[in-house]
Nanobody
Framework: QVQLVESGGGLVQAGGSLRLSCTAS????????MGWFRQAPGKEREHVAR????????YYADSVKGRFTISRDNAKNTMYLQMNSLKPEDTAVYYC?????????????WGQGTQVTVSS
C-alpha cells in the first residue's frame, strides 16, 4: 500500500506561481512512477505530468509544457509540481498518483486532491 498526501494548493492571480507537493509513504521502494492529474468542474481528468522515480524522466501535457515543472526528492519521498505563469484555465483539483510495474498508464494509488484556483 502507498499513501499519498498533496499540499500547496490555493488561490493565485493569473501569471502567478504555486508549488504543489505530494509525499508518499508506505511501499515506496523499488521502481515506480508518479504523476499529477487535474480535473476541473465539468471536464475530464487530465494527465498533467509524470516522472519516473528511478530515472527522473518526465512527461508533460502540451497544455502545461514550458510552464510547469515536475521534480522529485528521493530522500523525502516527495514529488513537486512547480506551476508558473498560471492561467485561469489551470483552475482545477490537482491529484497526485503513483504507478507500479507493469506501467500501463493505469495508476495504482491516488491522493485526496488539492484545489488550485487562478483568478483573472
Amino acid at each position: 500500500q502507498v499513501q499519498l498526501v498533496e499540499s500547496g494548493g490555493g488561490l493565485v492571480q493569473a501569471g502567478g506561481s504555486l508549488r504543489l507537493s505530494c509525499t508518499a509513504s508506505g511501499r515506496t521502494n523499488g521502481n515506480y512512477a508518479m504523476g499529477w492529474f487535474r480535473q476541473a468542474p465539468g471536464k475530464e481528468r487530465e494527465h498533467v505530468a509524470r516522472i519516473s522515480w528511478s530515472t527522473g524522466s518526465t512527461y508533460y501535457a502540451d497544455s502545461v509544457k514550458g510552464r510547469f515543472t515536475i521534480s522529485r526528492d528521493n530522500a523525502k519521498n516527495t514529488m513537486y509540481l512547480q506551476m508558473n505563469s498560471l492561467k485561469p484555465e489551470d483552475t482545477a483539483v490537482y491529484y497526485c498518483a503513483a504507478e507500479f510495474p507493469p506501467f500501463t498508464g493505469s495508476y495504482d494509488y491516488w491522493g485526496q486532491g488539492t484545489q488550485v484556483t487562478v483568478s483573472s
